[in-house]
T-cell receptor
């Protein structure tokens, strides 16, 4: 069975641009969560979606938004990119409790 | 104070050693607990869930003390392949809201020949 997939794997943007990251969960998983991980820290929770409904939002500005589609895949959008948005963006899917992560999208903002 | 705190290490141990990692969490209403392993520049991978009764998986043993809000991971007979960063993870909610995890910053383990 395929695990969680994310695209793209790497991305380079400049300040002020917008970016869209994509995630496909494990088949049968209805929950998708997004995390941001900067070097030397643990992942920080951004959003959780379950059955296309937002179930939680972490302490991130409104420049960050997300949605979940009927097939349970998800997109994370970040507007007006800042240098500090450079990080590994991880998507995780879960049935309940245990989360399984995709390989991440490494975003560099110049 | 962070919601989940771990000793960052690094822990440098010889092969065959026993090593223990600790983690404390501040929210007493937390529902579920996990240890993840993360290799350099890779995604976190689930190592094991942590239960109040304690649980063991081969060389790995996890313990939860709800009264002290403390989680531990014990690795026996360390292998070179155990070298990684170990992340303590706490969920404040369960069921379909369980995808809002709080991670510690991780403890780095290096096992040397």
């Amino acid at each position: 069975d395929a695990g969680v997939t994310q695209s793209p794997t790497h991305l380079i943007k400049t300040r002020g641009q917008q970016v869209t990251l994509r995630c496909s969960p494990i088949s049968g998983h209805k929950s998708v969560s997004w995390y941001q991980q900067v070097l030397g820290q643990g992942p920080q929770f951004i959003f959780q979606y379950y059955e296309k409904e937002e179930r939680g939002r972490g302490n991130f500005p409104d420049r960050f938004s997300a949605r979940q589609f009927p097939n349970y895949s998800s997109e994370l959008n970040v507007n007006a990119l800042l240098l500090g948005d450079s990080a590994l963006y991880l998507c995780a899917s879960s049935w309940t409790g245990e989360q399984f992560f995709g390989p991440g999208t490494r975003l560099t903002v110049l | 104070r962070k919601e989940v705190e771990q000793d960052p290490g690094p822990f440098n141990v010889p092969e065959g050693a026993t090593v223990a990692f600790n983690c404390t969490y501040s929210n007493s209403a937390s529902q579920s607990f996990f240890w993840y392993r993360q290799d350099c520049r890779k995604e976190p991978k689930l190592l094991m869930s942590v239960y109040s009764s304690g649980n063991e998986d081969g060389r790995f043993t996890a313990q939860l003390n709800r009264a002290s809000q403390y989680i531990s991971l014990l690795i026996r007979d360390s292998k070179l392949s155990d070298s990684a960063t170990y992340l303590c993870v706490v969920n404040r909610e369960g069921g379909t809201n369980a995808g809002k995890s709080t991670f510690g910053d991780g403890t780095t383990l290096t096992v040397k020949p």
